[in-house]
């Protein structure tokens, strides 16, 4: 199956800016995360909403250099999920048990509650570039990721937010997409009303970009009446920024005992990236020079 336009993430005003709008289509970046880690359909399902809330909170950020991790983890056969997001669209992220499966819900659906869990929290670590990083931290409210971060924007970051994400998955992603829609304060009640009225039509975004809409096309629907204004696009990606040398500064913070150690036992250090699976072997002399 096809879908129209590539991976892409638009970010829009509506009402002259009296609401703030993400909306995106991450289908290759899930189909990336799903082959690189080799998961089921209900992780892939799991991972891949993460990964859309991701690519849009990434968004959010502002400057450059900065990052937003998102860590969910809610005593489900799927263990924590973690992404990691820039504001230049790519993101990389992982789930520690990316083959749990679980049946079909009593609805038929991916039971992505199931394997998440219910019973623990959601974290958004918004690193500024500034001393200390902003965490914010809320309870899981369905696991289901969606209402998890419309909760979490409410509760914690005091910006009720209208939060929608879906994965098609079946021998491979089909579609995946999401949109956060945001009232600024002072925003009209006909607006916010309008919007709640077509929620049914958000939740239904996945199944749209699997029949081959295009983004801009679902726009103009979804905001009808409401001027929407694109302010940016971009393309999301999924990409690892691991290399060598963050692994051996990574070694080097368990200490010279422990460096000995893996000399001693092991004659060097195997390390994996939990974010793409790529494997990095120190021999013994690289790491006698990382102790000195
Ligand atoms: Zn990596």
Redesign the pocket.
């Known amino acids: 199956m096809s879908n129209a336009t590539g991976d892409q993430l638009l970010t829009l005003t509506l009402l002259n800016g009296e609401v703030r709008v993400f909306i995106c289509v991450t289908t290759r970046l899930a189909e990336e995360a799903r082959r690189t880690h080799a998961m089921s359909r209900t992780a892939t399902a799991a991972l891949g909403r993460l990964l859309t809330v991701g690519i849009m909170m990434g968004a959010m950020l502002k400057t450059g250099g900065d990052s937003v991790t998102l860590t969910v983890k809610g005593g489900g056969p799927i263990g924590q999920l973690v992404a990691v997001a820039r504001p230049d669209g790519t993101i990389?992220g992982y789930a520690v048990n990316p083959k749990a499966e679980l049946p079909l819900n009593e609805k038929g659906k991916l039971d992505v509650g199931g394997v998440i869990g219910r019973q623990g929290q959601l974290t958004v670590i918004r690193d500024m570039g500034l001393r200390e990083p902003y965490v914010g931290q809320v309870n899981l409210v369905s696991g289901e990721i969606g209402e998890d971060f419309a909760y979490y924007f409410t509760t914690s970051e005091q910006a009720p937010s209208l939060v929608s994400v879906g994965v098609r998955v079946g021998e491979r992603v089909t579609a995946s997409g999401g949109l956060i829609i945001q009232p600024m304060p002072g925003c009209q009640e006909a607006a916010l009303l309008l919007l709640e009225m077509r929620v049914p039509d958000y939740a239904e975004l996945s199944a749209a970009l699997e029949r081959g809409t295009a983004l801009e096309a679902l726009c103009e629907e979804y905001f009808e009446g409401l001027e929407p204004k694109i302010l940016a696009r971009i393309t999301p990606e999924y990409r690892?920024?691991?290399n060598r040398s963050r692994i051996e500064r990574a070694l080097v913070t368990l200490g010279r005992d422990e460096i000995e150690d893996m000399i001693k036992l092991q004659g060097g250090a195997h390390m994996t990236?939990?974010?793409?699976?790529?494997e990095y072997t120190l021999e013994a002399a690289e790491l006698r020079a990382l102790i000195d």
Do not use: A, G, P, S
């Open positions: 990389k690892c920024d691991c990236c939990h974010f793409c699976n790529h």
